[in-house]
């Protein structure tokens, strides 16, 4: 199974401030079949990014995913309040179908 | 408007079987695989189980292999989860949501998510 860890853990913030978030698979990520999600507390979770780098629908452009074969970014270029969530990245279409990494958490500094 | 309203939940005890249900509404359900994600209280996301559009391939986490059993009717426009020998561990909230595409064939993310419904066990 290919196991996704994600860095940091936190990111402290300043609204305005840019966020580099990381995510690293265990094993390549074929066709790039790597997604982001924003979760709220209390809330589900949001598509933000799939195909490692294609905005989901209505996701504002400050919000960007790069990366190939195993390590993967997601940028988020000026921090609005709305922002400060947890962001998980995903694998799809391998076996097991879907594998979340643990999270990393934008907290406002 | 694509819509996702799961049901079921609640506290059972060790051992206990409950069966969550996810209806759909405004899209084409027998045209989309579903899943079925869990978060464990101020845990992260844990994937449980897949289904394809028309039940043909059917995934399970290790975790839940053996005692859940995913199901749909797409003539009802819904999805289902039965979750027997309940353990601890399994407490969380069960999220219902949709492959992004039609007929992905487990190439999707999940663009449509339920609210959740809270599963608890214990005794």
């Known amino acids: 199974d290919i196991v996704l860890t994600q860095s940091p853990g936190t990111l402290s913030l300043s609204p305005g401030e840019g966020a580099t978030l990381s995510c690293r698979a265990s094993?390549?990520?074929?066709?790039?079949?790597l997604a982001w999600y924003q979760q709220k507390p209390g809330q589900a979770p949001r598509l933000l990014i799939y195909?490692?780098?294609s905005r989901a629908t209505g996701i504002p452009d400050r919000f960007s995913g790069s990366g190939s074969g195993t390590d993967f970014t997601l940028t988020i270029s000026r921090l609005e309040p709305e922002d400060f969530a947890v962001y998980y990245c995903?694998?799809?279409?391998?076996?097991?179908?879907?594998?979340f990494g643990q999270g990393t958490r934008v907290e406002i500094k | 408007e694509v819509q996702l309203e799961e049901s079921g939940g609640g506290l059972v005890k060790p051992g206990g079987s409950l069966r969550l249900s996810c209806a759909a509404s405004?899209?084409?359900?027998?045209?989309?695989?579903m899943n079925w994600v869990r978060q464990a209280p101020g845990k992260g996301l844990e994937w449980v189980s897949s289904?394809?559009?028309?039940?043909?391939?059917?995934y399970y986490a290790d975790s839940v292999k053996g005692r859940f059993t995913i199901s749909r009717d797409n003539a009802k426009n819904s999805l289902y989860l039965q979750m027997n020998s309940l353990r601890a561990e399994d407490t969380a909230v069960y999220y219902c949501?949709?492959?992004?595409?039609?007929?992905?064939?487990?190439?999707?993310?999940?663009?449509?998510w339920g609210q959740g419904t809270l599963v608890t066990v214990s005794s």
């Open positions: 195909g490692a780098s």
């Open positions: 405004g899209f084409t359900f027998s045209s989309y695989g």
């Open positions: 094993q390549s990520v074929g066709s790039s079949y």
């Open positions: 289904i394809s559009t028309s039940a043909s391939f059917l």
């Open positions: 995903q694998q799809y279409g391998n076996s097991p179908p879907w594998t």
């Open positions: 949501a949709r492959d992004s595409g039609q007929y992905c064939g487990g190439d999707c993310p999940g663009d449509y």
